[in-house]
């Protein structure tokens, strides 16, 4: 992609953008709105996805572990097992995002989804990453419901704003990375357009409004923790546009639109603690997400650095310049209150381990519709001259940042976050050959990573993070580690033991002298400041010859998995056509 192209188009379409009339309300009237129109409206969104799509390709058929755990329990309930992460575990609530479980719980039911392939394809990583497509659709169709309403060639600013968006790596990963992002992205956007739409129409203060802006911000709670934040969308927006004649019904809509999201979400939490007894889901306590500190305020900027300063400046300055100087700049509140709560979201929240800014999807969506519109209304209100000045200057500034993100996406390329195929095929696949080998019909494994693991484990498996093991996550959250060492040890007493990386020394389990009184190693790593590997039970192990045909196949064959499915050589391969309990790793062949 040639990255100089790339600025050119950019400014010569939001210059194109900007030639428009001042009509005020619509712009594109239902007269203007012919099949012309409606079939530009379509190619810009689809080449939007298609674009996003495109970018997409980069990652292969990578999905990310903690995905595969929303995957195990979809398959739960669709399998009518309720909210469980394997037959028989007990009931936790270690999903996050109820609706888009549902929603693959569904594609579950009609045979779409961990079923097999879909056009060759596994479907485990073609339906998800349809779906996050299709949400994008989703976003895009907003992108032009609001564009339209402020400019002549609507279509032409949802497409630059798409292609924006296709652009940007932290974007295009986390909506086909298998996990909600894309849905809730979607949720936040319909949100800020529809509050956006309605104040450019005048009616802001109509019940119709406040209750679908109530029921979008329970949707948006329920797909993800932090939507909860957007529920002061509505009351902000009604505040900057409050006028004395309206304080009564201003005050009125904005309890109205509070209580249609309080209904349906209170609802959930009511089904919540009758069935878990819990106020929050399990991840929301085993994360000890807790109140901002100093770090949240200064989380924001990073954001900037990943997207490019002089990028960012330039946004700044052009809805600045919007705010004060824009005919409707009274609306265009209405898409910035909502975007300055996805920021406060992105800097309250604990920085995820995940990387490539997980929890900005919002922040990202909102920023490209947001500077699309004010860009072309910037460019419309300057002479000439002055015009193409600020359209190099957007250029120069997009170049830059196409750059920098080049490289984000090619080292992500490189190292992904962690794939649910390593996960599957090195804890899933790979222990139950462990317990084939030793005789073991039923045993456990406690270990960190429970996404692809949970759909091939024949085991029982313990969280060692406590997300879908709540009384772990109890102990973590009060950072009990001597206390999640006993109920390992003297509860628990799982069958076999894997620990790696910061679980090693974080929680001190293989640190323990309890595992060299009741474990023997099959396979531990080589250069490792702390131990780590694989632990079987001493007491589990009935003779020295399984034992020694254990460790024989243990670091051959799994060492061989770990560099072709993972960590190092080819991150972004699937893991066969289906994901079921009791798969196991055949043995590497002999050097």
């Avoid at 996990?179 to 979607?186: A, D, H, Y």
């Avoid at 406040?210 to 934040?229: C, K, M």
């Avoid at 209904?263 to 009511?270: N, Q, R, S």
């Avoid at 595992?515 to 780590?532: E, H, K, L, S």
């Amino acid at each position: 992609m040639d990255e100089n192209s790339d600025g050119d188009m950019t400014a010569s379409a939001l210059t194109e953008v900007a030639e428009r009339d001042d009509v005020p309300g619509e712009v594109e009237t239902a007269e203007k709105r012919g099949w012309g129109s409606r079939l530009a409206a379509v190619f810009a969104v689809l080449a939007g996805v298609g674009a996003t799509a495109w970018h997409a390709t980069a990652y292969g058929h990578w999905i990310v572990d903690d995905a595969a755990i929303t995957f195990s329990y979809a398959r739960s309930f669709a399998e009518g097992l309720g909210p469980v992460l394997q037959p028989g575990a007990p009931p936790v609530e270690g999903f996050s995002d109820p609706t888009w479980m549902v929603l693959l719980g569904l594609g579950k039911l009609a045979g779409l989804f961990d079923t097999g392939t879909l056009f060759g394809v596994s479907d485990y990583v073609l339906f998800p990453k349809l779906l996050g497509l299709l949400f994008v659709a989703g976003t895009l169709a907003a992108f032009h419901l609001a564009a339209r309403h402020v400019l002549k060639r609507a279509w032409v600013g949802t497409l630059v704003a798409g292609l924006t968006l296709a652009a940007i790596p932290s974007y295009v990963i986390w909506v086909v990375s298998g996990l909600e992002n894309s849905l809730f992205g979607m949720a936040v956007v319909w949100l800020a357009v529809l509050l956006f739409v309605a104040a450019k129409r005048n009616q802001l203060l109509t019940v119709k409004v406040a209750v679908f802006a109530g029921v979008l911000v329970a949707f948006a709670a329920l797909t993800r923790p932090e939507g909860l934040i957007y529920g002061g969308a509505y009351p902000l927006v009604v505040l900057f546009q409050l006028r004395r004649s309206t304080l009564a019904t201003s005050i009125k809509y904005a309890l109205i639109s509070i209580a249609s999201f309080a209904v349906p979400f209170g609802a959930y939490v009511v089904w919540r603690y009758s069935e878990f007894h819990r106020l929050l889901a399990n991840p929301s306590i085993a994360k000890k997400q807790g109140l901002p500190d100093l770090l949240s305020l200064a989380r924001p900027f990073t954001m900037a650095h990943y997207i490019g300063e002089p990028a960012v400046v330039v946004f700044v300055a052009i809805v600045l310049w919007a705010l004060i100087r824009a005919p409707w700049r009274r609306e265009l509140v209405a898409l910035v209150v909502p975007m300055g709560l996805a920021v406060v979201a992105f800097g309250v929240l604990e920085k995820d381990w995940m990387g490539q800014f997980r929890f900005a999807t919002p922040v990202w969506a909102l920023g490209a519709l947001t500077g699309t519109l004010c860009a072309a209304e910037l460019l419309k209100s300057l002479k000439p001259r002055l015009r193409a000045l600020v359209a190099l200057v957007v250029a120069g500034a997009s170049v830059l940042s196409v750059f920098y993100l080049v490289d984000t996406s090619k080292q992500f390329q490189k190292v992904p976050t962690i794939p649910a195929c390593l996960i599957a095929d090195r804890f899933g696949r790979g222990f139950n050959t462990y317990a084939d080998i030793l005789g073991i019909k039923d045993a456990s494994l406690l270990l960190p990573d429970l996404g692809g693991s949970s759909m091939t484990s024949r085991l029982h498996l313990v969280d060692m993070a406590g997300l879908v093991e709540s009384d772990i996550a109890d102990l973590v959250a009060k950072r009990d580690m001597p206390g999640l060492r006993d109920y390992v040890f003297d509860k628990v007493k799982p069958t076999f033991i894997h620990s790696w990386g910061p679980w090693a020394g974080g929680n001190g389990i293989v640190l323990d002298p309890r595992i060299a009184r009741d474990y023997t190693p099959i396979w531990t790593y080589r250069d490792q400041p702390v131990r780590q590997g694989d632990w079987v039970r001493k007491d589990a192990v009935t003779s020295p010859e399984k034992l020694a045909a254990v460790r024989a196949f243990a670091e051959p064959t799994l060492a061989q998995v770990e560099q072709n499915q993972g960590r190092y050589t080819d991150p972004q391969r699937d893991c066969g056509p289906t994901l079921t309990p009791g798969q196991t790793v055949p043995p590497a062949p002999p050097k």
